[in-house]
């Protein structure tokens, strides 16, 4: 091979190209963000029993940790309590990983969700369950405060929903740290 031959021939160029034109387009498709799929179906059958009262109870702690360690208590946040079925457990995870913003419940599904606040603790109470598995759910938001150059105090929120489940019995308190 003399200096003077170059080292693509204008086919070979053209073949590259397309090539590289190939292989955007696929990881273009490969990026392109999926439909999304349905939210489980609401059943009165799987439901029901929750709609009744019960003698079981749930007392618990919310709080988060921060990066460096710190304790954020949900204080004064409200703490909800769903029925650990498919349509409840769907929606918890979606707003999971959407950091809480999803679509609100259906209002046909309020009617088995308890609410409390937590107290100046993030310590919560609830009573009169019916036996069954359940979700404790929260949203524990806080600002990072920060100081910009001009001396204008600003905060970066951090913090985001947090869930767990729990199992109650009939006359069983359960002790819950949602975390």
Known sequence: ???ATPLFTPAMKTDANRICLA????????CASQPPRPMAAWSLDDNKPYMQPGTGGITG??????????????AGCPIYLFPATAYYMDWTQR???????VAPLANYAVHCIR????????????????????????????????VLPSGSVVGETTGGPIAGTVSVSDGQTIQFVLN
């Open 115 to 146: 609410q409390t606040v937590a107290d100046g603790g993030g310590n919560f109470t609830f009573s009169g369950l019916p036996a069954g598995n359940y979700i404790v759910y929260t949203e524990l938001f806080w600002k990072i405060p920060y």
């Open 23 to 30: 292989l955007l387009a696929l990881f273009v498709a490969g």
């Open 61 to 74: 702690q919310a709080f988060s940790r921060t990066q460096g360690g710190d304790v954020k208590f949900a």
């Open 95 to 101: 707003a999971l990983y959407a950091r809480g913003h």
């Open 1 to 3: 091979m003399s200096w």
